[in-house]
């Protein structure tokens, strides 16, 4: 399901809450939409859309489905930054030819026009400084994203190996009940 990218974490958080995630799973979501959403303001201050559209699976989420959509999240990030570099690089290049036609102008004895050119410069110096700013955000998001997805690795293969050993599980329960069984012995700890 196409969405853009700061709606995309709406579609994860929800399927994530359906899915019954942990609250550590939901938490760095959230942290990580903070990331993302520095990105897309830095990307809205260099007038650029690259980047900032997402295609998601959505739906109740297993871990593989969620790292899934998460990597769908990544490529939009690099795309960021990809857009990021090359304004820059432009900007950058635009900066120098404006600066050397004030050089020019003052040779000529032309001051208006170099004022002029210098302006235009530091208007091109300007908006490549905001891409670099935009690039940084980028990539600072696509750390947190791999971040996150490496802490819930973590904690999602010993889950994965230990139902592999049982034999594997045919059904798995949405619901959290632990140690509500009559007569198990955790049940029973601390009451007296």
């Known amino acids: 399901m196409p969405a853009d990218l700061l709606g995309a974490y709406d579609v994860m958080l929800r399927g994530l809450t359906a899915a019954d995630a942990s609250r550590r799973q939901l938490n760095g979501v ?3 939409a903070w990331h993302v959403a520095a990105a897309c303001r830095a990307g809205e201050g260099c007038g650029s859309t690259a980047g900032m559209t997402v295609n998601l699976a959505g739906g109740e989420y297993d871990h593989g ?3 899934s959509d998460c990597r769908q999240i990544l490529s939009a990030l690099l795309r960021q930054q990809a857009a990021a570099e090359r304004i820059r690089l432009a900007e950058l290049a635009a900066a120098a030819r404006e600066e050397a036609a004030a050089a020019a102008a003052r040779r000529r ?3 208006g ?3 002029r050119h210098d302006r235009e410069a530091a208007r091109h110096r300007d908006r490549a400084a905001r891409a670099l700013k935009w690039q940084l955000a ?3 998001a696509r750390g947190q994203g791999w971040l996150l997805i490496r802490a819930e690795d973590a904690h999602a293969i010993p889950v994965h190996e230990a ?3 049982v034999g594997g599980l045919a059904e798995v329960a949405r619901v959290k009940a632990y140690y509500q069984l009559a007569g198990h012995p955790a049940a029973t700890r601390g009451a007296a």
Do not use: F, L, V
């Open 30 to 32: 959230i942290g990580w």
């Open 113 to 115: 026009m170099a004022a």
């Open 138 to 140: 980028a990539s600072d």
């Open 65 to 67: 489905s969620w790292k």
């Open 109 to 111: 004895g032309e001051p």
């Open 163 to 165: 139902i592999q050993r």
